[in-house]
C-alpha cells in the first residue's frame, strides 16, 4: 500500500485546511485510515480514524467538534477536514493504513505539514 498526503500549508488561527490521502497498491486490504500528527520535539499522536467497513469515525478529544474525518470523492481517498485551527495543532500530519484481518500492518505516507499562526 502507498500512501500520499497532499493539503497542508500554513494558515492562521482560526482558518481551515482540508487534507487529502490518496492510496494505492493493495487497497483492498485497508481495514482502517487513520489520521496520525507529530509537532516538533513531541511524540506521534492518533488524531482521527475512519474504518473500511461500516465508515465508523474516531477522533482525538483534541479535534472534536473541529476536525471531520471522511471518504473522498475520488476511489481511495480520504480527506481530514480542519477547521477552527490552533497553533498548537501544528504539526506534520500522517495517512496511516491499517491492513490484515486483524491490523496487524500498518503503512505510512511521508506526511503534510501544517503550520498554524497565532
Known amino acids: 500500500v502507498h500512501l500520499v498526503e497532499s493539503g497542508g500549508g500554513l494558515v492562521a488561527a482560526g482558518g481551515s485546511l482540508r487534507l487529502s490521502c490518496a492510496a494505492s497498491g493493495s487497497t483492498y486490504s485497508i481495514i482502517r485510515t487513520q489520521w496520525h500528527r507529530q509537532a516538533a520535539g513531541k511524540n506521534t499522536e492518533l488524531v482521527a480514524q475512519?474504518?473500511?467497513?461500516?465508515?465508523?469515525?474516531n477522533y482525538a478529544d483534541f479535534v472534536k467538534g473541529r476536525f471531520t474525518i471522511s471518504r473522498g470523492e475520488e476511489p481511495n481517498t480520504v480527506v481530514l477536514q480542519m477547521n477552527n485551527l490552533r497553533p498548537e495543532d501544528t504539526a506534520k500530519y500522517y495517512c496511516?493504513?491499517?491492513?490484515?484481518?486483524?491490523?496487524?500492518?500498518?503503512?505510512w505516507g511521508r506526511g503534510t505539514q501544517v503550520t498554524v499562526s497565532s
Open positions: 475512519i474504518s473500511s467497513t461500516d465508515n465508523t469515525r
Open positions: 496511516v493504513a491499517i491492513v490484515g484481518s486483524s491490523g496487524d500492518y500498518d503503512y
